[in-house]
């Protein structure tokens, strides 16, 4: 079963329309919620007078902050109200009349429809006192600038860093023959999944505050929405329907909270109806965060032949006005900073810094994109300062099996960067001739000119963990129940929370527990993402599921099969996969071992730019991705194309505007993602299987993997054509213009 591309087992629902996701949960007794932001990048709330919105006709209930028992939230700190407002309980340290982010909530106004509530919502009255502006990381840092959480106690909007002392730095310069320094600047990505946020909440038949929603870790959305309630956990049940794409970006709260409260303010009120609301693509594109700016400076020295000898980076970390998920994005950047290279000497710090724009967080690759970026450019630059091919100075420098990392320690063992690296060179032809591609045809009206036309190509490479890191207390059950009349179970029913966000994650699992039982995959079922019935199994982000639910499905099955022949009818097994112990980073730089699994990735790229328009077209993409074994090979291929062409966006097109902590473009017709005339012509995956001792069946993670090299590939491909350097992206025509008129 494993190791076999079987149809995904969502595909006819998703292909016919009949999957059912959270907008599509309908029904003529359905109230309608709207969810109001406060509009205010930075303010503090004077006053705000409901009275006119409660008595539009139709109107159920308006929901305040005097409604959240406990008014905070948070993945990783509670630093953020549910709502603002001025009449909440004061049971959190977080000041809740203050506006930190224009997309802040300061009500909910439930309805009979969504028209009434829309009209309701725009008679709520609100006075602010404008407070400063801190949009940018160096505003955020300038002497006088006004903090955005003044309640945490420090003096300065820089509130969390790690740090990398390894060797002496300053011998290393004094070995060094070339050195190359640059400052990169990192852009925010918009998530653009299909799905705008939706959901329904209700009081089910347990008298359970439930809601369906489309999140990516079930257990953790009950947990705060139970906190910000102040209930027990066991009174709260979340579920998740289809779920139209995620990437990171519905890994922390949007309407889970504050669905939550509509439902049990409006049962209080004797109003038991499900409640549903849906973001338009504008509220979703102001709403959520993004992936996270950032700014590093950096130089890199390497001997004469070749040794890299020193590194030091200095790197700041947009987190935007809350924090979500950016300590642990911040750790991401940090590791990829050094790059998978064995570095004798380095010095890195970095840095997150809060100011008063959209906040950062989770994004697919979480923090490694923007470190890979500046890591692989600064070795690109090193082969050229050096007159070496960039294949053979990573070959040279890259990290080893026992290696001790920038953390002191080595890497868990399978470490399989060389081998990937190897694979991708050889599949590219790297020490062959540059095919001839035809001339950019800039415009549709007018052909390609040669003359014009540059052709080049460019490496990177990139490692980043698999699992959560840093110490968090890693863990993921699973259940198993098996059924039949004979001597032998003839049917499975697998009972996991994996929620499936678009990469076939269910169709892996039911395959891995398929091949776990002995099984044909018919005869496998399941139950998903639901509180109710799944045990907690972690989010599915860092890379983590396959890996984390393989161990744990494999866990249940032996449990499954020793109550079948003890005799039990049904049998139940259950399983909980704790992996081995990680460690926050040191304070002081020293031995820490962060992780316990890391994936490897290679990529080669191949492109053409019109050097008169800016235009560029990337004719191929080689990326060569340790899978340890692939589960559904054909999932792979799909995973590592999606990660291409998202990354294709962030490196090529999309260009988030943000003026005076407002987004300035939040339509797709203004926020350019790549269409299907946009991507690389050709990409081309190469699957290795090394394995990873600690995966199930050798399997390691690797959805984020190809995202992670694809900018600094593009970045050595677009300097070999023109023999210009970019440390700045997107690769806009008019950028391109720009950076080669300079």
């Not at 409901?50 to 630093?79: F, K, Q, W």
């Not at 590939?713 to 070999?720: E, G, K, M, P, S």
Request: glycine residues 10%; aromatic residues 8%; hydrophobic residues 40%.
């Amino acid at each position: 079963m494993i190791g076999e591309s079987i149809k995904r087992t969502d595909a006819q629902a998703k292909v016919t329309g009949s999957a059912v996701y959270p907008g599509d949960i309908r029904g003529q007794k359905m109230l309608s919620a709207v969810v109001v932001f406060s509009d205010q990048p930075h303010a503090r709330m004077i006053r705000m007078d409901v009275s006119a919105a409660r008595g539009v006709a139709g109107v159920i209930t308006v929901v305040t902050a005097a409604d959240v028992p406990v008014n905070e939230y948070g993945l990783t700190m509670n630093d953020q109200p549910v709502l603002v407002g001025i009449d909440d309980t004061g049971r959190s340290d977080v000041p809740s009349d203050v506006s930190r982010w224009e997309a802040d909530h300061i009500a909910v106004v439930v309805a009979e429809t969504d028209a009434v509530a829309r009209q309701a919502a725009g008679l709520i009255d609100v006075e602010w006192e404008q407070l400063p502006l801190a949009e940018t990381v160096d505003a955020a840092l300038a002497p006088g600038a006004p903090l955005v959480h003044p309640e945490n106690g420090k003096p300065t909007n820089a509130y969390y860093q790690f740090v990398f002392r390894k060797g002496d730095v300053e011998a290393g310069w004094a070995e060094a023959a070339v050195i190359v320094e640059g400052t990169y600047q990192l852009p925010h990505q918009e998530h653009a999944y299909l799905q705008p946020e939706a959901g329904v909440s209700y009081v089910d038949e347990q008298g359970r505050i439930t809601v369906e929603v489309a999140g990516q870790w079930t257990h953790e959305d009950r947990e705060q929405i139970a906190h910000a309630l102040d209930l027990p956990a066991d009174e709260i049940r979340v579920i998740y329907p289809s779920i139209g794409g995620a990437f990171g970006g519905r890994e922390d709260m949007s309407l889970q909270i504050v669905l939550a409260i509509a439902a049990r303010k409006c049962a209080a009120l004797g109003e038991r109806r499900p409640i549903r609301t849906q973001w338009s693509r504008e509220e979703s594109i102001v709403g959520h965060h993004k992936r996270h700016r950032a700014q590093v400076t950096t130089r890199w020295g390497a001997s004469a032949d070749g040794r890299i000898v020193a590194v030091e980076a200095d790197a700041y970390l947009d987190a935007g006005s809350y924090n979500y998920t950016s300590n642990k994005v911040l750790g991401n950047l940090h590791m990829t900073l050094a790059g998978p290279y064995l570095l004798p000497n380095i010095r890195v710090d970095s840095h997150a810094v809060y100011t008063t724009s959209v906040p950062g967080g989770a994004f697919r690759g979480f923090g490694g994109p923007q470190g890979t970026f500046v890591s692989e450019s600064q070795i690109n630059k090193l082969a050229e300062a050096l007159g070496m091919d960039p294949v053979e100075l990573r070959s040279l420098n890259l990290i080893g099996e026992g290696d001790l990392g920038a953390t002191h320690t080595p890497l868990p063992v399978g470490v399989s960067i060389r081998e990937v690296v190897e694979d991708c060179a050889t599949r590219a032809g790297w020490d062959g001739v540059l095919p001839s591609y035809a001339p950019v045809r800039s415009f549709r009206s007018l052909p390609g000119s040669a003359e014009a036309t540059r052709h080049g190509r460019g490496f990177a490479c990139a490692f980043k963990n698999v699992g959560f890191s840093f110490g968090f207390p890693e863990r993921c059950v699973a259940t198993i129940e098996l059924d039949g009349d004979g001597e032998v179970p003839t049917s499975a029913t697998l009972f996991h929370s994996a929620a499936e966000v678009g990469q076939g994650t269910h169709t892996a699992l039911i395959q891995m527990a398929a091949e776990a039982l002995g099984m044909e995959v018919s005869a496998v079922h399941a139950v998903f993402s639901d509180t109710a019935t799944t045990g907690d199994s972690g989010s599915v982000s860092a890379s983590r599921m396959t890996f984390m639910a393989g161990n744990s499905i494999l866990g249940a099955a032996e449990e499954a099969q020793k109550s079948w022949l003890n005799g039990d009818r049904p049998a139940i097994g259950e399983f909980r996969y704790v992996p081995p112990p990680t460690e926050m980073l040191n304070p002081e730089g020293g031995p820490t071992v962060p992780n316990f699994s890391y994936g490897y990735v290679a990529q080669a790229v191949e492109l053409s730019v019109d050097v008169e328009t800016g235009h560029i077209r990337i004719d191929r993409v080689v990326s060569a991705v340790d899978v340890g074994k692939a589960i559904n090979p054909m999932l792979v291929i799909t995973q590592s194309e999606g990660a291409i062409v998202q990354a294709h966006g962030y490196t090529l097109s999309e260009a988030l505007v943000s003026v005076d902590g407002r987004i300035t473009n939040p339509r797709l017709s203004q926020y350019l993602i790549p269409g299907i005339g946009d991507i690389p012509r050709t990409v081309d995956t190469v699957i290795g299987e090394y394995g990873d001792p600690l995966g199930p069946f050798a399997a390691r993670g690797m959805a984020e993997m190809p995202y992670l090299p694809y900018a600094p590939a593009v970045i050595a491909a677009l300097h070999d054509a023109t023999g210009v350097w970019f440390d700045s992206f997107p690769l806009t025509p008019s950028r391109v213009l720009e950076g080669l008129s300079q």
